[in-house]
């Protein structure tokens, strides 16, 4: 339990010194002094600075966790481009990528092809990774180890792909709807960080939600918290994911007459007037599932991903207003903080979390950790 402590307040406020350490969390100096001696003996802990003191004797010693001993790999696999990230035992990113996905490869040559590049780009790295932890555009059964609703990049539905993923890594792997590690990154290092309620709404060639409750990502059974996609919303039952997606949105002007080049188009100022009805249609539907991810966890924050997002930074007060007249209440709206990578960033935080318990780290602390440094 010493042990458990010492390391977890080093991972929350590193550097911190022993007598910084005893007054955090109540455990007598000596005993402190005797574990940050074993785990300097392990080489998990390093002694970094002395601290400038005017008092008379010995001056503090700063400690810090050795960062480099272990590395994790957090993957966001999407249908137009991979994004990776490798971060050491303090959640330090030492590298960072985006790739084109090669997306008319068969199932198992993509899993191949994501662990080839990552281990790749790990290069000495490699034998010091412990998790790879990848973000799919789809829901996941975690019991069943099964990937569904990917219409995007169907290979990933296929079990052969998974079983491939597993093989080519070699090492634990975890999986995860790509959404839910996006919302994970930040709470951990981006915007939201102090928000223990939050969610994210993903927008751009697919349509995934993720919901946190007291720092925790909500999962359920069949992987199925969050698709909102599937709310039968528009005329005819038309799903929401075809009134708000990328694609969907260039569908639906087709069948109005009017050819989009891009669905960015439709939130243009200078729009054709032609479009005020589709870009009416496109309110409603996002207003619908804002009041939904709201209404679902009571998020402090919804943060909005995706390539669609970027269009709709002058209509974020415009939606929380509406949400406001609807609910009485609306939380707030803002893009990601760390931009396209938060889904491969949250990916090597989970793979983290998985590291930490090995440490000795208590479960309960791990809904807070990685921190960033002081």
Not at 9 to 22: F, G, N, V
Not at 202 to 220: F, K
Request: proline residues 6%; contains cysteine.
């Amino acid at each position: 339990m010493n042990r458990s402590a010492v390391i977890t307040e080093l991972l929350r406020s590193r550097p911190i010194s022993r007598t910084q350490i005893a007054q955090s969390t109540g455990i007598s100096a000596a005993t402190v002094s005797r574990v940050v001696d074993q785990l300097i003996e392990e080489g998990l802990v390093r002694e970094v600075a002395a601290v400038v003191s005017e008092s008379p004797g010995r001056r503090p010693v700063l400690l810090d966790l050795v960062a480099d001993t272990t590395f994790v790999v957090g993957v966001d696999v999407g249908a137009a481009n991979t994004r990776y990230v490798i971060v050491d035992l303090v959640g330090t990113i030492v590298l960072s990528e985006e790739v084109p996905t090669p997306s008319e490869l068969s199932a198992p040559s993509l899993a191949e092809w994501v662990a080839a590049e990552v281990e790749s780009a790990a290069g000495e790295r490699w034998p010091l990774v412990r998790y790879a932890c990848v973000g799919l555009p789809g829901a996941v059964n975690q019991e069943q180890g099964a990937v569904s609703n990917a219409s995007n990049l169907v290979q990933v539905e296929d079990k052969r792909f998974l079983d491939a993923l597993e093989s080519a890594f070699g090492i634990p792997l975890e999986i995860d709807n790509d959404v839910n590690y996006a919302l994970l990154g930040e709470q951990r290092f981006g915007v939201a960080q102090t928000h223990a309620a939050a969610a994210m709404l993903n927008l751009g060639a697919g349509l995934g939600a993720a919901l946190a409750v007291d720092g925790v990502i909500l999962h359920g059974r069949r992987g199925l918290i969050g698709e909102f996609g599937h709310l039968p919303v528009g005329p005819l039952g038309t799903r929401v994911e075809h009134m708000l997606t990328g694609p969907g949105i260039v569908r639906r002007a087709a069948e109005m007459g009017m050819h989009l080049d891009s669905p960015d188009q439709l939130f243009a100022p200078d729009s054709s007037p032609g479009l005020a009805p589709l870009r009416a249609q496109f309110d409603q539907a996002l207003l619908i599932v804002l009041t939904a991810l709201a209404v679902s966890c009571d998020p402090e924050m919804i943060v909005l991903g995706g390539g669609l997002s970027k269009s709709l930074t002058s209509s974020l007060s415009r939606y929380e207003d509406a949400l406001r007249q609807n609910l009485n209440f609306s939380p707030r709206l803002v893009l990601p903080e760390l931009g396209d990578m938060s889904g491969a960033v949250g990916s090597a935080v989970s793979g983290l979390q998985r590291v930490y318990p090995e440490l000795g780290v208590e479960a309960d602390a791990l809904a807070t950790l990685p921190q960033r440094a002081a």
